[in-house]
């Protein structure tokens, strides 16, 4: 009978220890889930607040401001046109010309973004 209370003694402080360690595991795991949900939401609010410096950025008035005074970029106009034939010769024009029957057909491209 002694063997068998010592038996049990042995069988529930193990128990008891497992359940002490079992719920240390599931409270740190718990800190850990909300420490990560707080980072989760700080990220998240750092990307919209980057999505929005990104629209603020990419505004056409400003990007034709920058275009102008770092890249010194300007509009296409026809008069810095030039139209190029089909034999690779190059026109260039002041005025669009005028389509003719006979000659090859014209392509206009912009001096801007040539290579």
């Known amino acids: 009978m002694a ?3 010592l038996l049990l003694l042995i069988a529930v402080l193990g128990s008891a220890m497992y359940l002490v360690h079992t719920q240390y595991m599931s409270r740190q795991l718990f800190t850990e889930l909300h420490r990560v949900e707080l980072e989760t939401r700080r990220l998240e609010l750092d990307q919209d607040r980057l999505q929005v410096e ?37 026109i260039p ?14 392509r206009p491209v912009s001096t801007r973004g040539a290579h």
């Open 93 to 106: 024009a002041v005025a669009a010309p005028a389509p003719s029957a006979t000659l090859p057909a014209q």
């Open 3 to 5: 063997r068998l209370n």
């Open 54 to 90: 990104k629209r603020a950025q990419a505004t056409p008035l400003r990007i034709e401001k920058l275009a102008k005074e770092q890249l010194k970029m300007r509009t296409a106009t026809p008069a810095i046109t030039q139209y190029v034939r089909q034999d690779g010769t190059v």
